[in-house]
C-alpha cells in the first residue's frame, strides 16, 4: 500500500477505489479527464493509456489528462518505496498483477465515457470550505520550521502559509428546462487537501470517495463523480487547535461531509458555461535537479537496506528515497509537462505534475484569464514535492524531500499562465 515510509501489506477494503472518466466532444475534438483513486498517476503509466486510447481509436492520446487524487489508502501504482522491511514482489505478486492490469482498467473507463457521450449543458459552481484543511508547515517559537508539530503543540506560534478554501464544481446535465433538477451525466469536484485520512491496511478512497458517494445522492446515482485535488502540498485535514484525534474512515466521512456541503450550498449559486471551442495544449518544462555523487547515493543504499545502525529515522529514510530517485537521472532535468484544458472563454483546467503548494496554486489562480480556473495535481506524473521558493529556504519534510530544484515550482506557473493566455485568446 502506498503513503508511507514503511511497508503495509493490505488485508482488505473499507471502500472500493475506482478510475473515474469524463470525455468532452465539441464536434471538432476530444479530450478525455481521468482521476484515480490512487496516491499518484506515474508518468510510464499516462503513456501507456494515452497510447492505448489512441490506438483503440477513443481520441488521440495527448488529450488525455489523468490524475491521482492522493489517497494514501490504495495500491502503489509504481515502483515500491525503498524501506528496510519491504519484500521483493515479482511481476507474479498481487502488486504484479495489480500493475499489469491497472493501465487497461483505465483505458476501459476512458471507453465507457465515451460510449455515453450524449449532449450537455455545462455549468459552474464557487464556494468556501474554510474549516477543513490547515497548513501542516508552522513557525515555531525557536524560529524553525515544523512540519506536522501536534496537536496543542505550545511552540507552535502560526502556519507558515494559506490554505486554499475554494470548491468548485462543473456540472454535466442532459438539456432541460429553467428549474428542472436533471441528474447530471457528470460531476467535477475541485479541493485543495491532502487525503491522508483514513491510514491502516484496508483499500479506500478516503474522502474523496465520500464526496463522490454524497454528490451522487443529489445529483443522479448514475452520475460519475471525478474529484481534481488541487495545489495541496503542503496542506492537510490536521487541526493543531484540536485535541480530537483525526484519523480513521469516520474523519473521512467528516470532512468529504463538509466539502460536499460546501459544493451543496454553493449549487444555489451555479452558473451556466457559455457554449465555446474545446482546446488542449501542453508544455515540457525542464526542472533542474541535483547531481548525486556515488559515496552518497551508497550511504543511501545502507540505509534503505537497514544495514547501517542505528537504525534509520523517518528523515533519513526520506532523504535516502530522494537520493535514489535522484541518483538515476544523473543530474538532467526532468521534462514535466504542464497540460491545459479549456472550454470557451469560461473553464480551464490545468494538469500540474506533483504535490504543488498551495502558494503556487493560488497564484495561478489569480494570474489566470478564466472565470473559473481548476488547478489538478498529481497529474500526467508526479515530480514529488514542488514547494514555492521560499519554502525551500524553510527546510522541513517537503523542502528536504522535494526531488526538483528550488524555482521549479514557479517554472510550472509559467508554464501554465502562458498557456491559459494563448488558449484564451484563441477562443476569441
Same mark, same amino acid.
Given at each position: 500500500?502506498?503513503g508511507y515510509y514503511?511497508?503495509?501489506a493490505?488485508?482488505?477494503?473499507?471502500d472500493?477505489?475506482?478510475?473515474?472518466a469524463l470525455?468532452?466532444d465539441?464536434?471538432?475534438?476530444?479530450?478525455a479527464?481521468v482521476?484515480?483513486?490512487l496516491?499518484d498517476?506515474p508518468r510510464a503509466?499516462?503513456e501507456?493509456?494515452?497510447r492505448?486510447?489512441?490506438?483503440?481509436g477513443?481520441?488521440?492520446?495527448?488529450?488525455?489528462?489523468?490524475?491521482?487524487?492522493?489517497?494514501?489508502?490504495g495500491?502503489?501504482p509504481?515502483?515500491?518505496?525503498?524501506?528496510?522491511?519491504?519484500?521483493e514482489?515479482g511481476?507474479?505478486?498481487?502488486?504484479?498483477q495489480?500493475?499489469a492490469?491497472l493501465?487497461?482498467?483505465?483505458v476501459?473507463?476512458v471507453?465507457?465515457?465515451v460510449?455515453?457521450?450524449?449532449?450537455?449543458?455545462?455549468s459552474a459552481s464557487?464556494?468556501?470550505c474554510?474549516?477543513?484543511?490547515?497548513c501542516?508547515?508552522?513557525?515555531l517559537?525557536?524560529?524553525?520550521?515544523?512540519?506536522?508539530?501536534?496537536?496543542l503543540?505550545?511552540?507552535v506560534?502560526?502556519?507558515c502559509g494559506?490554505?486554499?478554501?475554494?470548491?468548485q464544481?462543473?456540472?454535466? #446535465?442532459?438539456? /432541460?428546462?429553467? %428549474?428542472?433538477?436533471? +441528474? @447530471?451525466?457528470a460531476?467535477? *469536484?475541485?479541493?485543495s487537501?491532502? !487525503?491522508?485520512?483514513?491510514?491502516?491496511?484496508?483499500?479506500?478512497a478516503?474522502?474523496?470517495g465520500?464526496?463522490?458517494k454524497l454528490?451522487?445522492g443529489?445529483?443522479?446515482?448514475d452520475?460519475?463523480?471525478?474529484?481534481?485535488?488541487?495545489?495541496?502540498?503542503?496542506l492537510?485535514?490536521?487541526?493543531?487547535?484540536w485535541?480530537?484525534?483525526?484519523?480513521?474512515? #469516520?474523519?473521512? /466521512?467528516?470532512l %468529504?461531509?463538509?466539502? +460536499? @456541503?460546501?459544493m451543496?450550498? *454553493?449549487?444555489?449559486?451555479?452558473? !451556466?458555461v457559455?457554449?465555446?471551442?474545446?482546446?488542449?495544449?501542453s508544455?515540457?518544462?525542464?526542472?533542474?535537479v541535483?547531481?548525486?555523487?556515488?559515496?552518497?547515493?551508497e550511504?543511501?543504499?545502507l540505509i534503505?537496506?537497514?544495514?547501517r545502525?542505528?537504525a534509520?529515522g523517518?528523515?533519513?529514510?526520506?532523504?535516502?528515497?530522494?537520493?535514489?530517485?535522484? #541518483?538515476?537521472?544523473?543530474?538532467?532535468?526532468?521534462?514535466?509537462?504542464v497540460q491545459?484544458?479549456?472550454?470557451?472563454?469560461?473553464v480551464?483546467w490545468?494538469?500540474?505534475?506533483g504535490e504543488?503548494?498551495s502558494e503556487l496554486?493560488?497564484?495561478?489562480k489569480?494570474?489566470?484569464?478564466f472565470?473559473?480556473?481548476?488547478i489538478?495535481?498529481?497529474a500526467?506524473g508526479?515530480?514529488?514535492y514542488?514547494?514555492?521558493?521560499?519554502?525551500?529556504?524553510?527546510?522541513?519534510?517537503?523542502?528536504?524531500?522535494?526531488?526538483?530544484?528550488?524555482g521549479?515550482?514557479e517554472?510550472?506557473?509559467?508554464?501554465a499562465?502562458?498557456?491559459?493566455?494563448?488558449?484564451?485568446?484563441?477562443?476569441?
Open positions: 500500500m502506498a514503511h511497508f503495509r493490505c488485508d482488505g477494503v473499507l472500493d477505489i475506482h478510475a473515474a470525455v468532452l465539441d464536434g471538432a475534438q476530444r479530450a479527464l482521476t484515480l483513486d496516491i498517476a503509466i499516462v501507456d493509456v494515452r492505448r486510447v489512441e490506438s483503440a477513443l481520441l488521440r492520446g495527448e488529450h488525455v489528462m489523468i490524475s491521482a487524487t492522493h489517497a494514501h489508502t495500491p502503489v509504481g515502483r515500491l518505496l525503498r524501506t528496510p522491511d519491504a519484500p514482489l511481476s507474479d505478486s498481487a502488486h504484479g495489480y500493475l492490469g493501465p487497461e482498467k483505465i476501459a473507463s471507453r465507457a465515457a460510449d455515453r457521450l450524449a449532449p450537455v449543458v455545462v464557487s464556494g468556501e474554510t474549516d477543513t484543511s490547515f501542516r508547515r508552522f513557525y517559537r525557536d524560529g524553525s520550521v515544523g512540519w506536522n508539530p501536534g496537536k503543540n505550545p511552540a506560534m502560526l502556519p494559506p490554505i486554499d478554501p475554494e470548491v464544481g462543473i456540472f454535466f #446535465e442532459p438539456p /432541460h428546462a429553467p %428549474g428542472d433538477h436533471a +441528474a @447530471a451525466l460531476v467535477y *469536484a475541485n479541493f487537501m491532502h !487525503p491522508d485520512t483514513v491510514g491502516g491496511t484496508k483499500v479506500s478516503d474522502y474523496p465520500v464526496i463522490a454528490l451522487s443529489y445529483h443522479g446515482k452520475s460519475v463523480v471525478l474529484y481534481g485535488n488541487g495545489a495541496s502540498g503542503n492537510n485535514h490536521l487541526d493543531v487547535k485535541a480530537r484525534r483525526q484519523s480513521g474512515i #469516520e474523519e473521512a /466521512h467528516r %468529504g461531509t463538509l466539502i +460536499a @456541503a460546501a451543496l450550498r *454553493a449549487d444555489k449559486d451555479r452558473l !451556466p457559455a457554449d465555446g471551442p474545446l482546446r488542449v495544449k508544455l515540457r518544462v525542464p526542472l533542474a541535483p547531481a548525486v555523487s556515488p559515496e552518497a547515493a550511504m543511501a543504499r534503505v537496506s537497514g544495514k545502525q542505528p534509520p523517518f528523515m533519513d529514510l526520506v532523504r535516502a528515497n530522494r537520493l535514489l530517485d535522484l #541518483e538515476p537521472l544523473r543530474g538532467e532535468p526532468i521534462p514535466a509537462e491545459v484544458v479549456t472550454l470557451g472563454r469560461d480551464a490545468v494538469a500540474l505534475p504543488i503548494f496554486g493560488l497564484a495561478l489569480k494570474r489566470s484569464p472565470a473559473r480556473t481548476v489538478t495535481t498529481l500526467n508526479s515530480v514529488g514542488v514547494p514555492d521558493r521560499r519554502s525551500y529556504a524553510e527546510k522541513a519534510y517537503e523542502a528536504e524531500s522535494a526531488r526538483v530544484e528550488p521549479s515550482g517554472q510550472l506557473v509559467e508554464a499562465v502562458q498557456l491559459l493566455a494563448e488558449l484564451h485568446g484563441a477562443a476569441e
